[in-house]
């Protein structure tokens, strides 16, 4: 893979870029299976991708497996992201449903477009959380932007 990268940067040290490009086709030949499924929980690494800045560690939902990718719903949208750019969370059925729930119910939110700097300020904390469930406080943060805004689970 080195001698590749070196031999495509014209024998100089390669860049990250195209150190990334010689695996990423190293690994499309090989063609492990791809180890996620619709509805799973993942979270996000960012690593050397521009798309994801920002959005390390953030929680998703896989709601399409391609042959080395996977398009994934966050707070803030969908995402077409590669394998190695998900860690699976190991959520049970019933978490993964409710986390299932608590972004149809921010998608829904955000679709509505009427949110104001503080709801989206709270949504996006919602769409960083690092466990499958709502506090109660947290719950009712969301019913009431559900409310204001008239967007109702």
Known sequence: MWLTAVELAGGKVP???VVGDVVQRIMERTKAPNPYRVGEVCQILAKNNPDLRGKGGNW???????EFSCTVTMWDGEYTVRIDHLKPLNYLPAECQQMQLISDRIRRLRNDGKLEAPAEA??????ELKR???TT?????????????RVLN
């Open 15 to 17: 860049s990250a870029r």
């Open 60 to 66: 998703c939902i896989v709601n399409h497996v391609g």
């Open 122 to 127: 709270i949504l996006k904390c919602l769409g």
């Open 132 to 134: 499958p469930y709502l």
């Open 137 to 149: 406080f947290e719950e009712k943060l969301l019913g009431l932007i559900e409310i204001e805004c």
